[in-house]
């Protein structure tokens, strides 16, 4: 079975501040990893995703997760933020490999506030 | 914009009824995923359709039922409403055969049950 906490339900930065969102993942087989994001009243939209290739991964908008094999985890962050940044972001994991590619399994996500 | 989309943007209904929401993928995308949110569970997935075929099953309710249809486009039936079947209900696409595993997201179909 997989599964994704994320630690901190919500998190308060100042504009310009790093952003670190943590994602803890378990899964019996190589995941595959995703980091979503949420804007009020609208969809997901994919922010990064990591598939068994380099390690560090960029994604749109200045984001990066390293995904850490060691240590279970993928963290998201920025080096710096803006007030466009305040979302809810999501991590999810998907089973490499097998039958089933179908399954995201979703963390209960973190909402970012950034402060002026 | 995913290219993902579904109908209809709003629903309000009473408890007992049926309704259906209806999901079109992007184009060329052979996979369609349902997925609900709520606020006390989350993000689940419900259930999956590859090329007019279920091929995997999550935590869906008897009382919820999903097809693919030869155009590909899918539709979720919500069936004997209850108030906790209030909830977000998105639907994703994805080029399964490729072996991109990422998915897009439809903008969701807000479903409320007074």
């Known amino acids: 079975a997989q599964s994704v906490t994320q630690l901190g339900s919500h998190v308060s930065v100042s504009e310009g501040a790093l952003v670190l969102l943590r994602c803890n993942y378990s899964?019996?087989?190589?995941?595959?990893l995703f980091w979503y994001v949420q804007y009020p009243n609208q969809g997901l939209q994919l922010l990064l995703k990591?598939?068994?290739?380099?390690?560090l991964v960029k994604g749109i908008n200045d984001f990066e997760a390293e995904f850490k094999k060691s240590e279970t985890s993928f963290h998201l962050t920025k080096p710096s933020a803006h007030m466009s940044d305040a979302a809810e972001y999501f991590c999810?994991?998907?089973?490499?490999?097998?039958?089933?590619?179908?399954?995201?399994?979703f963390g209960q996500g973190t909402i970012l506030t950034v402060h002026p | 914009d995913s290219g993902v989309t579904q109908t209809p943007k709003h629903l309000i209904t009473a408890t007992g009824q049926r309704v259906t929401l209806r999901c079109s993928p992007r184009?060329?995308?052979?996979?369609v995923y349902w997925y609900q949110q709520s606020l006390d569970q989350g993000l689940q997935f419900l259930i999956q359709?590859?090329?007019?075929?279920?091929?995997a099953k999550g935590n869906i309710l008897e009382r919820f039922s999903a097809q693919q249809f030869p155009d590909l486009h899918s539709e979720l039936n919500l069936s004997s409403l209850e108030l906790g079947d209030s909830a977000l209900y998105f639907c994703?696409?994805?080029?399964?055969?490729?072996?991109?595993?990422?998915?897009?997201f439809g903008p969701g179909t807000r479903l409320t049950v007074l």
């Open positions: 994703a696409s994805s080029d399964w055969t490729s072996g991109d595993l990422e998915q897009f």
């Open positions: 899964s019996s087989v190589p995941p595959y």
């Open positions: 990591y598939t068994s290739a380099a390690t």
């Open positions: 999810a994991v998907n089973r490499a490999g097998g039958t089933s590619y179908g399954k995201l399994t």
């Open positions: 184009s060329g995308d052979l996979s």
């Open positions: 359709y590859y090329n007019g075929e279920e091929r």
